[in-house]
Structure formats: C-alpha cells, structure tokens
C-alpha cells in the first residue's frame, strides 16, 4: 500500500502535462501511485498519460468514454486509490522539490491527521512566483493538531482540493465526493474541514499554482460561473444534515456573501447581459440562509439592496480611487516644489557641524558599516549628533531607545537632511536630497565586489532589470568619499561609478569585529541559535541568480546535506537579504529550521555575528566570502552553475579560478569535502592565504575609527599596513580590471 496516490485528472493540458508529472514522479519520496484520468481530452493528454505509465509502473491511465468535468473525473479515480493519503494534482500545478518527503515527515510527526494543509506559491505566465499571502495561518497552527472550532481561521485559507493531503479512511468513512460544475472544491473542502478531527499544517510550499495567460476554466466568461449558488446550496445542506455543526452557518453565511461577491467583481467572470441576474440569485441565496439573529457585515450589506445600488456605488469606488491618485499626484507635485523652495531658503542657513545622518540597506535599521561608523562616532566624537532615516515606524520601534531617528520623507527628515554636514549610507540616498556645499557624503558599499556593479551592468540587460543605472549614477555623483577594503574594490568602485569621489583605503567598518577574533568571540550567538557548544557550525549563505525571476535558486537539498554532514555538526543557513521576504523560506528552509534539521539564521539582524558563530562557509559567489575571510577560518565554494551566474551577472574575475578554498562543482563532491575532511586540508589553507593576501589588504581592525578620525575630526592617522600593496594579477586573461 502505498502512502500517496496522487489524483491528476487532465484535460487539454498536453502543453503542461509533461512538467506536472515530471514533478511528481522525479520526488525524492517514491513510495507514491499515480491515478491519471484522460478525461476525454481531445488533445495529445491520453498519449501522453500512456507513455508514462508505459515506463513507470508507478502510473495508472483511466480514459473516460466522455467528458465529465473535473470533480467527477476525481470521483472516478477514488477507488482506484490504495494509498494511505490522497493528493488532488490539477494537471497545469507541479509538486515542488521536496514535497512529498516534506509532507511524509510532517505526517508521521503529528500520527496521520484526517487532513494535512500545506502551502502553495502562485507562478505567473510571466515568470513571477508569490507566496500564498495567508501563509502565517499555517506557521500559527503550531506543531500539533487541531479541529476547525479551535482554529477557525484555517477556513481562511483558499478553500480548493489540491492544498491538502487528506486521508483516504477519513474521506471514504464520510463519503466525501466531488458535485459537477464549477467551483465543485467549495462543497468538498467545507464538509472536510468542518468534519476533520484532527488538522495538521505544513508551513511549506509544496505546489506552484500555474497562472495561465488563456485557458483557465474559471478565468473563462461563462454563465457556468452560476454554478457557485448550487455549490453553496450544498454546503448549506451538508451542514443541516449535521446538527452538530450548525454553529458554522454564520461563517458559511459570510463566506457565500464574499465569494459571490469578488466572482461578480471580476472583469473576465461573467457576461456583461448576465450580471444583473448573478446579483439578484446571490441576493436571494444570501437572504435564505442568512441565520436568525445575525448582523450582516458591512461589506456584504449591499447584498440586501438593489443591483443598480450596487452598480452605483461601485462606480462611487472607482471615482472616489481616481480622485485619490490624482490627489496624491498633486499632493506630491505640490510638495516637490515646497521642497526646493524650502531647500533654497535653507541653503542660506549654515550646515550644523555636529549632525550626521545614517541609513544602511535602503534604511532598515541601524546595520552594516554605517551601524560600525555610527558607534565609534558616539566613542570618539560624543559631540556629534546621529540621526538614522528609517522606512517607516515598524522599522523604528526595533531601535533602542537612545538611538534618535526620523522617518523617510517626514518633515522631520527634510530638516535634518537640509542641515547635516556628514551622510554615511551603503547604498544611495533617495534623489530627492540635494548635496549641499560643505555637506560629506560617505559611501560605505555592501562588500568587495564579484559580480558586476553600476555602470558594469550596462552590458548585462537581465542583471540590470529593474535598475536604472544612469540615475543610479546621478546620485553617485554626491558621493565624497569611497570606503574600500582592497585594491580589487578600489579598482571596481571607480570603473563602476565614474563619478568624482575619493576613494579612502580605510577598510570595511562592519568587519573590526572580525579582525583577530577568536572562537570565543562566536560562543554567545551560539547560544542564542541553540547550537551546541561542541558542534563544527556549517554555514551556508548562498546569493541571489540573474537568471531566474526573484533570483532564488535551489542548488542543493538542506535536507539531504544537514543529514549527510552527520551528528556533532550543526548546518546554519544566512539567505541573501533579498531573498528573505519571498518564497524562498517557504520552501523548505522554514519547516526544516521547525523540526530542528537546521538553523535559519537570516533573520539575526548583524550578518557578522553568525560569521563568528561559524566554522566554515559554504557560499556559492555571496560577497560574505570576502569577509570571512578575515576570521582565517575555512570557505568552501560551491560553484555547479558558476557559467550561468557569471553570464547572465558578470563577474570581475573567475571565482572557481582563485578562490578561498576548495571547489566544488557538484552535490557529489561537496559532500565528499566534508566526509573526507578535505575542506580543511593544507590546500584549503593554501588557497585561503593567497585569497586573504589579495582581499583583506586594508582590514586591521580600525577602519571606524579612520573614518571617524579622518573624516569627522579632521585628524591625521596612519593608513593600513596592506597585506600586499601590488595591483591584483589578472586571472588566465580573464580578470577585467587593469591599472589604468
């Protein structure tokens, strides 16, 4: 008996047919059966479904003699089903990687739930993956299980089949069925939910939802959409043959209203002749049902008028939206101009010589070198005013309270902004800002270099999506000062932005902490992570790619890698700052950090101090490489799609070529550099030496104080002793950057 049988019931689906079934039948997880039912498509489906199940005898094709609809081509793969649970595939969605594992482990866990609700992303037919907006619900849940009356906000949740795995004993025990016609999950999912004594969560992705351009059936302008009334009617029935449920018709009530009401909504549902007649029968069905004794919310109120009253105020939405945006249009052309009126009158107040004004990573917080600039400045020139520009108030309440700060495009921050004598930021500020004579503008940069930057991106149109790079350059152009902790980056700053900047060879500020640190420095963010003190702490940081719309990439299974580093390691996992609010976390990382196979440490606010709680790094080409390798301590670069990334990115020399430590080119060999203990071998220590000579040339611990000394009180101090004060030799022909 298998554990999975997945349903995939298809229907002129042959373009996306082969995707759906590859994703199933390639999982890591194989104790799965595959119930196809050809629903009597007219394309190449059925053939297609037949070639399958010709060489995987895990697939099995059942041909409809006729075409019956989607829920009841489910119905007719129900008992054919054997396994222990029942996957509902549409033939247009794929199984992410990882999937069923992920949920084979997530059911053992919580001993076989009736129903088991995972995650989705929606995957756009231009190439844009977004996360189920409600994906919190499921995190909330927690590890255990739970009914529907004690988490009511599960039926939140998009209510389709294919979000959950159910089980099959649950399903045939209550007789769960699919009706015909559109929107038939409604009067599945309700009943089940309704009906399940035991829920589970998995706060993972588990399937992309395809969104066609064409072709999906409820994105199709039809009056079968009418559909929707009978559905709920159903609904409505399946609860007053249980009394014992009849505390949900309020929810279902208001659920019916809302559902109805965004089909009507849409633009491409209905016909235009047909609206009338959808409110009227919605208008109706919501009077019939409404229990006794219950205030109708206001959204829904409508319900209870006419459909011209309707209309109406629809159109009162839109106008009153139009007025808005042409409002703020001139709300904001108005203060545009207040702006460089206000500005021109302030450009006869003086500069005040003791404000300097910070912001780091498109003002997040008090972070990176500008955070490391800001403390030794209240150090050593206590006299010196630091204001941070934060982005919004959320941002600012995570700021100690001593630490004063003003919100971008306040009033507050015009005022500061017009006064200040010394910006330190590492990246530009907003155009808005008018350099004044006699104003410092600092620029601290995120890192040294790899991949291409500025002007660099020119020649790169995928990299650069998104960026302007001229108007990025125009702001460069305030810069005063280029903080650079290499001769490499000195060279990259000034061909990147050819603007009309210094370029000051103090070293990185966020790295101080690195330079001479020892393994007791890293002790107490252990503690925090929960990492034991005798672990080797494995740190993976893996960097956004070019060529793939949001950047993120899996290029190993964390699962897979955790298990093969074996007990007394611990994997720690830093995704790139943009990666960390999209799906990427969502698929794996978060579940896998809940059950304690690893640590997701993106969300620890200083990137160093996970550096320092760390033995080695594994990073494909994240700049973290170069600062780590200050600590001395060993780096592992895993470069199996280093073609891809330094052609659709650009990169300055050939990582794979003169790198930090040993490459690898595939999962295979990083494993065996950590089975065998290669990763730590002399050539590893070889490589770091050489790669420590050319990168961490002006790193000596003291780089917030030459900025602070130099720049801010005007006093002389010794340049770094560089490691190697020689230019970067060229790499086989292939480093770009030259002397001149």
């Known amino acids: 008996m298998p554990r999975f049988s997945v349903i995939i019931p298809c229907f002129k689906v042959q373009g996306f047919l082969r995707e759906c079934l590859d994703s199933v039948l390639a999982q890591s997880y194989r104790d799965i059966e595959v ?26 094709v059942l041909h409809l003699t006729e075409n019956v609809g989607l829920g009841r081509a489910r119905n007719a793969a129900l008992p054919h089903a054997a396994g222990d649970y029942l996957l509902f595939l549409d033939s247009d969605d794929t199984l992410t990687p990882g999937a069923l594992r992920a949920m084979a482990d997530r059911l053992a866990e919580t001993a076989d739930p009736d129903v088991l609700v995972f995650d989705y992303a929606r995957t756009y037919w231009w190439g844009a993956t977004r996360r189920n907006v409600l994906a919190h619900v499921l995190a909330d849940a927690g590890d255990g299980t739970f009914t529907a009356a004690q988490r009511p906000e599960v039926l939140d949740l998009l209510m389709v089949v294919w979000n959950k795995a159910y089980r099959r004993e649950f399903v045939a025990r209550e007789g769960f069925a699919f009706p015909p016609g559109y929107y038939e999950d409604t009067p599945w999912t309700f009943p089940v939910l309704l009906s399940a004594e035991r829920i589970a969560t998995l706060d993972r992705i588990c399937l992309y939802y395809r969104q066609r351009r064409q072709g999906n059936i409820l994105s199709t302008t039809s009056r079968k959409h009418f559909d929707i009334h009978q559905q709920y009617e159903r609904v409505f029935a399946f609860v007053d043959s249980r009394p014992a449920l009849a505390s949900w018709r309020p929810v279902l009530h208001t659920k019916m209203g809302e559902h109805c009401l965004d089909i009507l909504a849409k633009p491409d549902r209905l016909p ?57 249009q001139a709300r904001g052309a108005a203060l545009g101009r207040a702006g460089r009126v206000r500005t021109a009158l302030h450009t006869l107040r003086p500069l005040d010589p003791d404000l300097a004004v910070y912001s780091a990573f498109s003002h997040r917080g008090v972070l990176g070198d500008p955070a ?20 919004d108030e959320e941002l600012a309440a995570r700021l100690p309270e001593d630490t004063e700060h003003v919100i971008l495009g306040s009033a507050a921050y015009r005022r500061i902004t017009e006064r200040a004598t010394y910006f330190v930021n590492n990246v530009n500020w907003p155009g808005g800002l008018v350099k004044r004579p006699g104003s410092t503008h600092i620029h601290t940069h995120q890192g040294t270099p790899l991949k291409y930057m500025g002007a660099d991106l020119l020649d790169k149109p995928g990299a650069r999506h998104g960026f302007d790079v001229p108007q990025m350059l125009r702001r460069a152009d305030r810069w005063d000062y280029s903080l650079v902790a290499n001769l490499h980056s000195e060279l990259v700053w000034e061909r990147a932005y050819p603007c009309r900047f210094t370029s000051l060879r103090t070293g990185s500020p966020r790295n101080d902490v690195l330079v001479g640190a020892g393994p007791e420095h890293g002790r107490e963010v252990r503690a925090r992570l929960g990492v034991p003190e005798d672990h080797t702490v494995v740190l993976y940081a893996p960097t956004r790619r070019d060529y793939r719309r949001g950047g993120h990439v899996d290029r190993i299974d964390l699962a897979r890698f955790a298990a093969d580093l074996g007990g007394g390691h611990t994997l720690v996992v830093r995704l790139h700052p943009s990666l960390a609010g999209g799906p990427a976390r969502g698929l794996g990382l978060a579940e896998l950090h809940r059950r304690g196979v690893l640590v997701d440490a993106t969300d620890v606010p200083h990137v160093q101090d996970v550096l320092l709680a760390s033995d080695v790094l594994v990073t494909d080409y ?30 300055y020399f050939d990582i794979t070529a003169e790198p930090p430590g040993h490459v690898s080119r595939s999962y295979r060999e990083l494993a065996w550099l950590f089975a065998s203990g290669a990763w730590q071998d002399e050539d590893a220590a070889r490589l770091r030496s050489a790669f420590r000579d050319r990168f961490c040339q002006f790193d000596d611990g003291r780089a917030a104080e030459r900025v602070v000394r130099t720049l801010m009180l005007g006093e002389r101090m010794p340049a770094p002793v560089a490691v190697r004060d020689v230019l970067p030799a060229p790499s086989a022909g292939r480093d770009v950057l030259t002397s001149s």
């Open 372 to 391: 490391a600039v800001f403390h030794k400045a209240r150090e050593l020139a206590p006299h010196i005013r630091g204001v941070w520009v934060l982005a």
């Open 35 to 60: 119930i196809a039912v050809d629903d009597c498509s007219p394309d190449g489906s059925g053939a297609i479904l037949d070639a399958y199940a010709a060489r995987d005898e895990r697939v099995r």
């Open 272 to 328: 235009p002749s047909a609206k009338g007649e959808f409110f009227r029968r919605t208008a109706e069905l919501f009077r019939a049902h409404r229990p006794a004794g219950t205030e109708v919310p206001a959204g829904l109120r409508v319900l209870e008028g006419s459909y011209a009253a309707y209309v109406l105020r629809r159109q009162g939405g839109r106008a009153a939206r139009e007025l808005g945006r042409r409002a703020r």
């Open 622 to 651: 994240s700049a973290l490489m170069f600062d780590y390798a200050l600590l001395d301590r060993p780096i592992v670069i895993h470069a199996d799609d280093w073609g891809a990334f330094a052609a659709s990115r650009g990169a």
